[in-house]
């Protein structure tokens, strides 16, 4: 076995000079205990966006460079910053397809906008969030002997040459006030009438309200559920609102996406957020199925009928 250990730099600063900055420090940090790190600015980025590449090709291009770069490695470093604990959707998008591939996924978050999303942090190696680089630097010294011992291997993506029928659709969509949950139970009993077995809530009703205890025992609970409707739906139905693709909904399409289950997008927010002209992040973009994401529910069972 190799004792060569890489991570994938997973953060939302690769855009600006301040967060390459603070990518350079944290490589360095692993170098130090004796990991690499593929650094995506580097891999796929850097130089490209100045290409001659078209908007759709240049984003399939960085897609494509950063999904190989989770399978080339045997970890991820997520570098968990956000407000109210949530993380950019590109980055929980690659946390989820990492963790459904088998990678270990280690977090440091310095943000003091309070703790990660509680259900990403149930993916995390120990389900550890370090707060500093020294916690991070022995956390990540564990994670390479972990890694050396287990074995953990490069993967790599190779679809089906074709889905097979789908049946049992997982509908991902946030649900953690009573408005989300309520629009969310509206949104699977009409995509239940397209004869879908619909695969939402993973628990009981008034989820938000049990919820809203915080306790660890919940939210353990709630991601081993999510965790088995993921592997049993035969695809996704994600509903992608906000200013930024909730951290939830995003790593389940990730997830759903390393599964091989087709992700159907549905966003009816008005605002344009795209990464470099795509109608959302691109890691969100590049997954779904067809040319862009459903506005309304007759666009989206139009989509869904042409697969099934």
């Not at 078209?54 to 494509?64: K, P």
């Not at 943000?111 to 990660?116: A, H, I, Q, S, T």
């Not at 707060?131 to 010294?141: A, F, G, I, M, N």
């Amino acid at each position: 076995m190799s004792k060569d250990v890489k991570f994938y730099l997973n953060g939302g600063g690769l855009f600006t000079v301040q967060g390459r900055w603070w990518d350079e420090n944290i490589e360095s940090l692993f170098i130090e205990v004796g990991a690499r790190i593929y650094n995506p600015w580097r891999e796929s980025k850097e130089g490209v966006l100045k290409s001659t590449l078209s908007g759709r090709e240049l984003r399939a291009h960085i897609f494509e460079s950063d999904r190989r770069g989770v399978d080339v490695s045997q970890g991820i470093i997520m570098l968990g910053e956000g407000a109210a604990g949530e993380v950019s959707s590109g980055t929980a998008w690659e946390t989820g397809y990492g963790y459904a591939r088998g990678k270990l996924v280690l977090c440091m978050r310095t943000d003091l906008r309070g703790g990660l999303n509680p259900l990403l942090k149930q993916c995390l190696f120990d389900g550890k969030v370090c707060k500093d680089k020294e916690e991070l630097r022995l956390h990540t010294t564990r994670a390479v002997e972990k890694i050396r011992r287990s074995g953990v291997a490069q993967t790599s993506y190779d679809p089906p040459p074709r889905h097979s029928r789908i049946r049992k659709v997982l509908l991902s969509a946030p649900y953690f006030t009573e408005a989300e949950e309520t629009y969310a139970r509206d949104l699977a009993g009409d995509l239940s009438k397209l004869g879908l077995d619909i695969l939402f809530p993973p628990g009981e009703a008034n989820l938000s309200k049990r919820l809203s205890s915080g306790r660890g025992a919940v939210w353990s609970d709630l991601f081993e559920r999510k965790i088995l409707c993921l592997d049993e739906c035969d695809a996704v139905v994600a509903l992608l609102e906000g200013a930024d693709c909730g951290s939830e909904t995003s790593w389940d399409c990730g997830y759903g996406y390393s599964k091989y289950k087709p992700v159907f997008g549905m966003r009816t927010d008005l605002r344009s957020l795209g990464d470099l002209g795509g109608q959302v992040n691109l890691m969100m973009e590049q997954s779904i199925v067809g040319p862009k994401l459903c506005s309304s529910l007759a666009e989206l069972k139009r989509l869904i009928d042409t697969v099934l």
